[in-house]
């Protein structure tokens, strides 16, 4: 048997999963003004309902981005020193990847999924996921910069999920009409799919190596 919490902090509404061999056990969520000074006491409480020590746990996952710096940073810190005091291993899952992976689970028409995120302003980034990849702990980078001519690397056939550029639509619709695409703009991922999909990858880390994923290209970083 083996026991999981998962964590994911990076929007406004957050939530915790506790998972035995895959299976959600109990999950809550709850809003903050302020992670840093709301995490723990949260935590805490959620532990003190459902009768668990976080000794019991034998792994963690966490949502390590992108998204919210700050947020991220309180998050990632948190399950680093949970888990190194704890000698426990850990996993990080991408919100990109936990989007795709409830996209997937939602439908069984299409077998790629390109999920987005949206960095700042009019900049994204995406990446494409199928249910071979998307297990891949180690297939967390890479994404891509979107542009017009990187829909050319789209899938022929595939969901869009995730944060979707307004301009998306037109630009398949007048250069991919070979393709079939389905574009799903309510997915939205939390502890549970966070858990599930770190449950299914089956790998797990020494906490030193967790870090905030925060891909910003040099050109969109720097300050105009």
Partial sequence: MRQLLAIDCIDKLSSFAHVIDGE???YSEFEHDSLSAELLNNLNRFLLENKIDLNDFDVFAVCNGPGGYTSLRVAIATIKGIASSLN????AVSKLAANAY????MQNEYQDIISFHKI????YIFKQYNAVNIL???NEGAFIEFNKSAI??????AIICGD???ELPKMIDAKLSNGQYKILRQITKDARIIAELAFARKIYYESDKLDVLYPLPPKIHKKK
């Fill in 120 to 123: 700042r302003d009019s900049h």
């Fill in 102 to 105: 409830t996209a997937l689970q």
């Fill in 152 to 157: 050319k690397q789209f899938a022929k056939n």
């Fill in 24 to 26: 959600i056990i109990s």
């Fill in 88 to 91: 426990k291993k850990v996993q």
């Fill in 164 to 166: 979707i550029p307004h």
């Fill in 136 to 138: 891949d702990a180690k």
